[in-house]
Structures are given as C-alpha cells and as structure tokens.
Nanobody
Framework: VQLQASGGGLVQAGGSLRVSCTVSGFTSDTYTVGWFRQAPGKEREAVSCITQSNGRTFYADSVKGRFTISPGSAKDTVYLQMDSLKPEDTAVYYC???????????WGQGTQVTVSS
C-alpha cells in the first residue's frame, strides 16, 4: 500500500488550499483514507477520514465546517479542501489509512501547509 500526498503551500489567513492523496496497492475499493497533521512542537493529530465505499466521514472539532474531505472521480484519490484557514492550521499534513481518528498504519509522506497571519 502506498500513499502520496501533494498540494500543500503557503496561504494567508482566511484563504483556501486543497491537498490530495493518491493511493495504490489496495486489494479492493473499500478503504478508509484521511489526513493527520503535526505542527512544530506538537503531537500528530487526526484531521479527517473518509470511507470510500459509503462516504462516511470523520472531522476533528477544530476543522468542522471549514475542511471537506472527498473522494476523487478516480477511486485512487482523496482530497481535503481547506477553507477559512487559520494560522493554527499550519502543520505538516500526512495522508494515511484511518478509521475515525485512528491511523491504520499506512502513511504517506507529509506536505507542508503554512498559513500566515
């Protein structure tokens, strides 16, 4: 199983970014993939997770109403649309297999998201 994250960058507070996670190696199209983040000096935290087969989602309280996770038209991609970004959203964002707020053990490399005030 491989996961590849992309799409981070620098944005001003209040702006938007979309990060993408491309997955491969799953033996079926039923899998859960999501995003975790780690800010400097802080522990890694769950951000969002989606089950591809039924669209069930999880969001951390800190991002509810601002972030949207969704599958791409091709089943090998998951997007995280991040709106109304805040400086405290600054972190390295990792895509990973997940169940709710828990990682299931497969991780992609991180992509840096920086929100300036």
């Amino acid at each position: 199983v491989q996961l590849q994250a992309s799409g981070g960058g620098l944005v001003q507070a209040g702006g938007s970014l979309r990060v993408s996670c491309t997955v491969s190696g799953f033996t079926s199209d039923t899998y859960t993939v999501g995003w975790f983040r780690q800010a400097p000096g802080k522990e890694r935290e769950a951000v969002s997770c989606i089950t591809q087969s039924n669209g069930r989602t999880f969001y951390a309280d800190s991002v509810k109403g601002r972030f949207t996770i969704s599958p791409g038209s091709a089943k090998d991609t998951v997007y995280l649309q991040m709106d109304s970004l805040k400086p405290e959203d600054t972190a390295v964002y990792y895509c990973a297999t997940c169940f709710g707020s828990a990682s299931l053990g497969y991780w992609g490399q991180g992509t840096q998201v920086t929100v300036s005030s």
